[in-house]
């Protein structure tokens, strides 16, 4: 499905018509506080247990409240999950617009984000990615719509801004690159492809990163690049 932009004048916002036609009733923000602090909840158990195998039951047992509160803030197990993506991509959104506010040098500003990303993949249970996929598509497509959309864009700007400071070299197009690394960033959950008995999240974006940034980076950015310990990253996320 293709992404499209509106422009909600009433709130002066940009609006993703996908979010509008496939999440209507979470187009806006959250502003109550006790369901703010229940998606957190939700989505530290979906993180850690996957979705498909936990019930309303079990999650209502895990963030110690009544299935009655659950059924308060959605109709069914369905919506909470839908919800709870929601929530989670979000969040990621936010926190990922907070590091590119700092206007850092492009290379330290990957190094930032990717520490980011090691602390939230670090916390997913390998089945999750199979569970979304497979038992709620409609959430699998919004967490695509996401990777193709916002991280693109925001993926592009980096490279945009790196080839215009020096730090990346001008042999490649950035309109490219940025699509071969997110619309695959998703390999890293490729339980087939690197099970998980053999290999974790954090080693196999960490070395998906380090591929990307030594074939993007010029001489001064190389110098740059040896500085700073992506590999680091993983080890304080163990």
């Given at each position: 499905m293709k992404k499209k932009e509106g422009f909600d004048k009433k709130n002066n916002v940009n609006v993703n018509v996908f979010n509008v036609i496939?999440?209507?009733?979470?187009?806006?923000?959250?502003?109550?506080?006790?369901?703010?602090s229940l998606l957190e909840r939700v989505n530290e158990v979906y993180l850690k247990r996957g979705v498909k195998r936990t019930t309303?039951?079990?999650?209502?047992?895990?963030?110690?409240?009544?299935?009655?509160?659950l059924y308060k803030y959605v109709k069914n197990r369905k919506e909470l999950v839908m919800k709870s993506t929601f929530f989670h991509v979000s969040r990621d959104r936010e926190k990922v617009i907070q590091i590119q506010n700092k206007n850092l040098n492009p290379i330290k500003e990957q190094y930032e984000l990717a520490k980011f990303v090691i602390e939230t993949v670090s916390k997913v249970n390998p089945v999750l990615h199979s569970d979304l996929e497979y038992n709620y598509p409609e959430a699998w497509v919004y967490l695509n719509e996401y990777f193709n959309g916002f991280v693109y864009e925001s993926l592009y700007q980096n490279l945009i801004r790196g080839q215009k400071v020096g730090v990346y070299h001008k042999q490649f197009k950035p309109e490219i690159v940025a699509r071969f690394f997110a619309t695959r960033i998703d390999i890293i959950f490729d339980g087939e492809l690197f099970p998980s008995y053999e290999f974790n999240f954090k080693d196999i974006y960490i070395e998906y990163l380090m591929y990307h940034m030594n074939s993007i980076v010029s001489d001064e950015g190389k110098r740059i690049l040896s500085t700073l310990d992506f590999k680091l990253l993983t080890n304080a996320a163990r």
């Amino acid at each position: 499905m293709k992404k499209k932009e509106g422009f909600d004048k009433k709130n002066n916002v940009n609006v993703n018509v996908f979010n509008v036609i496939l999440f209507p009733m979470f187009v806006k923000e959250l502003s109550d506080p006790k369901e703010i602090s229940l998606l957190e909840r939700v989505n530290e158990v979906y993180l850690k247990r996957g979705v498909k195998r936990t019930t309303m039951d079990d999650m209502a047992k895990a963030i110690n409240v009544s299935k009655k509160t659950l059924y308060k803030y959605v109709k069914n197990r369905k919506e909470l999950v839908m919800k709870s993506t929601f929530f989670h991509v979000s969040r990621d959104r936010e926190k990922v617009i907070q590091i590119q506010n700092k206007n850092l040098n492009p290379i330290k500003e990957q190094y930032e984000l990717a520490k980011f990303v090691i602390e939230t993949v670090s916390k997913v249970n390998p089945v999750l990615h199979s569970d979304l996929e497979y038992n709620y598509p409609e959430a699998w497509v919004y967490l695509n719509e996401y990777f193709n959309g916002f991280v693109y864009e925001s993926l592009y700007q980096n490279l945009i801004r790196g080839q215009k400071v020096g730090v990346y070299h001008k042999q490649f197009k950035p309109e490219i690159v940025a699509r071969f690394f997110a619309t695959r960033i998703d390999i890293i959950f490729d339980g087939e492809l690197f099970p998980s008995y053999e290999f974790n999240f954090k080693d196999i974006y960490i070395e998906y990163l380090m591929y990307h940034m030594n074939s993007i980076v010029s001489d001064e950015g190389k110098r740059i690049l040896s500085t700073l310990d992506f590999k680091l990253l993983t080890n304080a996320a163990r």
